[in-house]
């Protein structure tokens, strides 16, 4: 109905048992001929499938029963394909396992009197055989009904036409529909029972659970057709003329049209939790998180004080607590943090507390008269920096770009001589960041070297890990990160590699002080908020070391992933994608016309397709070729430039924790038929 998947309603009856779930009408004589056909596949299949869904659903392990409803589900939807806008269940007396008949919902062929204007229904229907009719089945039945269709289904109502002569099924419907509220009116020739559980105005109309199912039917998507489509790419203009984007004045007659824009919205956004989805440094979600995010937006709180949000304030500074332990300050009792909305502004933090201890008379007078400030990060590190320095008011030119070897990593020595030339021109240098995870390459500054020249220099350490922090979660891999304890803070990204929904951040110091001076105002204008009557305030009101006074909760759905995964999941997912990548480079290797430009450092895995005989150009090459696949939508991948700038390269990321050895295969071979057709496209 209107996209609404067709979903099972596995329940017991008070002696029959709502088996299986059949899309469209229900040909009992048919279905009964066709099980007491031993020799029918068809019929041996159905047997099993019921077999399976009376066992599943509790007579003999309970706890196994939703599992085993979808299981069982998705196998029928798959061999009774309908396009019938309803469905059926199959009814089985418990005793004998003989069909007793079927009951469903199904949309009303005529518009519906005693309904609320604007409101959807479904009709609801039970057929018994007449030697199952008044054994208290149909009642049963109908109330199990009604029951599923208002909690589960994103209707605002249910109608049932019953016969003037069917006294008994009148008098069965009009009982359990009148305890909910129900009019009765003549349709026809029969008697009209509607039965609103909500006005379409109130409640959003079933909206929400309508958009909830969606999503559902989205994410369930992409699990059942991994080998679909991760994109619909579509050019500005011809999508503007596919989707009505315009906001009018008049009001919505019923929130439920919003439904259709968000079948849309799904329908061209790109797939981001689908394993041919490499073209971001994320890709994937939980179902922790994805919950996370929902009631996040349901509860509507904001960070900035405890008595607002009290379980989030906590699960905040517990997600602190566990990043301190894994960087390597477990014993340092100056630790502090805030979630913040992107590497981007944790990058920013980090500058800003290097300034707070540099020059603390900047909070209150500004640069006026100071000496100049110098920062110092690789030519390789993220543009972020230089965005921090514009709106720090140090200006892009306060930025030094160190030389990186020929693996992408900071050299230390390049980073003593860009200092001392700084010193020697005047300027006071007072930042340097080592990035832990570049976004091309995935290289790793070394960390112990750079602290060295850091400390000679009095500069503040700040680690950019928002791609490759998490290797400091697992035993095997964190030498990567050699050194993290000497850093003064630190960036995490929650949503790159551990699939939290995006975004989700953390900036993370072990100066808490600094932290604290820098972001915080003892202004009577803030008083209104951050109150100081309160003894805890200083500790659980987070905004009072943040930039910003609303703050969304990103610590629920973080907290809930981390919750699921734990710190063995985690470090299992970090080892198995190191595994992963190390694959692909060898495939790439393995492939004659495919050139493997630099060998994996991290999860990035930099190649090119060799440039066809009568090619000049390698880079155009390999960026139409990148637009063909992106244009044809089975995978996304980006591309980058590696060897100083001069060479173009895919660049694929393994993210994705349901990433598979076989996806990596189907991905280079839709690499193999691009580079293909796009030279048979310049023939």
């Known amino acids: 109905v209107d996209g609404m998947r067709r979903q099972a309603c596995m329940c017991r009856t008070s002696g029959g048992v709502a088996a299986t779930l059949l899309p469209g009408q229900l040909d009992s004589e048919r279905l009964v001929a066709t099980l007491h056909a031993g020799d029918d596949a068809e019929a041996a299949a159905f047997c099993r499938l019921l077999g399976e869904a009376t066992r599943f659903m509790g007579f003999d392990d309970e706890e196994r029963a939703p599992e085993g409803a979808r299981a069982i589900l998705r196998e029928i939807c798959a061999s009774y394909k309908s396009p019938q806008p309803h469905f059926a269940l199959a009814v089985y007396e418990k005793a004998s396992q003989t069909f007793a008949g079927s009951c469903g919902f199904a949309l009303p062929l005529a518009p519906v009197p005693g309904a609320a204007e604007g409101a959807l229904l ?77 006005e379409p105005t109130r409640a959003g109309g079933g909206v929400f659970l309508g958009a909830c199912r969606l999503a559902s039917d989205y994410l369930v998507a992409l699990c059942d057709d991994p080998q679909g489509a991760c994109a619909n790419f579509v050019p500005p203009d011809q999508l503007r003329a596919q989707i009505d984007l315009s906001i009018g004045e008049a009001p919505l007659a019923s929130p439920r049209q919003l439904l259709p824009i968000l079948e849309s919205y799904l329908r061209f956004m790109p797939k981001t939790n689908h394993v041919a989805f490499a073209n971001q440094l994320y890709g994937g979600t939980t179902v922790a998180g994805v919950v996370g995010e929902l009631f996040a937006a349901v509860t509507n709180t904001s960070m900035s004080t405890y008595e607002i949000s009290p379980v989030s304030t906590l699960m905040e500074l517990e997600l602190i607590h566990k990043l301190a332990a894994a960087i390597g300050w477990r014993e340092c009792p100056t630790v502090d943090g805030i979630m913040c909305s992107g590497g981007s502004n944790a990058n920013f933090l980090g500058m800003l507390c290097a300034r707070q201890q540099a020059q603390p008379q900047c909070k209150e007078s500004g640069l006026s008269g100071t000496t100049p400030l110098s920062a110092f990060v690789s030519d390789q590190a993220h543009y972020s920096f230089e965005k921090a320095a514009l709106q720090l008011g140090l200006g892009i030119r306060a930025i030094y770009k160190v030389k990186s070897d020929d693996y992408g990593r900071m050299r230390a020595d390049a980073l003593e001589e860009a200092v001392q030339q700084s010193e020697k021109k005047g300027e006071r240098p007072f930042f340097v960041c080592a990035t832990a995870g570049t976004t091309v390459l995935g290289a790793f500054d070394p960390v112990p070297a750079i602290a060295e020249v850091a400390n000679r220099h009095r500069l503040w350490l700040h680690v950019d890990g928002a791609w490759g922090a998490p290797v400091l979660l697992s035993g095997k891999h964190r030498t990567l990160l050699a050194g993290s304890e000497l850093a003064d803070s630190v960036t995490w990204d929650f949503h790159k590699f551990m699939s939290v929904p995006a975004i989700a951040t953390m900036f993370v110091t072990r100066h808490g002080e600094v932290l604290h001076d820098g972001c915080s105002l003892q202004s009577q204008s803030v008083n209104y908020l951050l109150h100081q009557d309160n003894a805890d305030a200083a500790r659980y009101d987070l905004g009072r070391k943040s930039l910003a006074c609303g703050r969304r909760v990103d610590s629920l759905k973080t907290w809930l992933t981390w919750k699921l995964l734990g710190d063995r999941g985690y470090a299992a997912a970090v080892e198995r994608a190191m595994e992963l990548a190390q694959t692909l480079a060898l495939m790439v290797t393995a492939e004659p016309t495919l050139e493997l430009l630099e060998q994996p450092a991290y999860l990035n895995v930099c190649f090119r397709a060799r440039c066809p005989p009568g090619c000049d150009d390698a880079n155009a090459f390999t960026l139409r070729l990148r637009d063909r696949l992106v244009r044809g939508g089975r995978h996304l991948v980006n591309y980058g430039y590696v060897r100083c700038g001069s060479v173009a390269a895919l660049r694929y990321v393994c993210t994705n924790f349901a990433l598979r050895d076989a996806d990596l295969r189907a991905f280079l071979n839709e690499v193999l038929d691009a580079a293909r057709a796009t030279q048979a496209a310049a023939l």
């Open 122 to 198: 479904l009709e609801v229907y039970v057929a018994l055989l007449p030697e199952f009719q008044g054994k208290g089945y149909g009642t049963e039945l109908v109330r199990l009904m009604l029951q599923f269709a208002e909690s589960s289904l994103a209707v605002d109502g249910v109608v049932a036409l019953v016969s003037p002569g069917n006294e008994k099924s009148l008098r069965c419907f009009g009982k359990l529909m009148d305890q909910a509220g129900t009019t009765t009116s003549q349709l026809g020739k029969s008697h009209c029972l509607v039965k609103n559980f909500r």
